[in-house]
């Protein structure tokens, strides 16, 4: 083999061994992305509550969120951020109901709910 092929031979190992890096950093990179995305770093606060009303959560970092109930009285508030909740149940512009100190923990929803006998609600936090 003449110099000039041995140097073009060694040049495309080379080439070859620098794609080959380069394709499995590249799978390892996003092999690693993925697997940040699956650990989930919010919650949510769910529950039941009477279907004409609205939600309203408020976290101990300022953080304020609304929902509604569907039409079978379930709702769920999520991407929430963890910390320390109030969640209040609202009807017309009044809050009928507030239960407070609901912890909220990255990857888990903590359930909150709420009944009304007549204009008389109540709330529960169910660990």
């Known amino acids: 083999m003449k110099t000039s ?3 073009a031979a060694v040049g495309h190992r080379r ?3 620098k794609l080959m890096t380069a394709i499995a950093v590249s799978a390892f990179g996003a092999i ?19 279907a004409d009303s609205t939600i309203t959560v408020h ?3 300022g953080i304020t969120r609304h ?8 709702y769920n508030l999520s991407a929430l951020p963890p910390g320390t909740y ?42």
Request: glycine share 8%; aromatic share 6%; with cysteine.
């Open 5 to 7: 092929q041995k140097t």
């Open 15 to 17: 080439y070859a061994l």
């Open 32 to 50: 690693a992305v993925n697997a940040a995305y699956a650990q989930s770093t919010s919650s949510s606060i769910l529950g039941k509550s009477p």
């Open 59 to 61: 976290s101990d970092k």
């Open 67 to 74: 929902g509604s109930p569907n039409s079978k009285g379930r």
């Open 86 to 127: 109030e969640v209040s149940l609202q009807r017309d512009g009044k809050t009928l109901a507030t239960v407070d100190g609901i912890p909220l923990f990255a990857g888990r929803a903590s359930e909150v709910d709420f009944a009304c006998d007549n204009d008389q609600c109540t709330g529960s936090f169910n660990h």
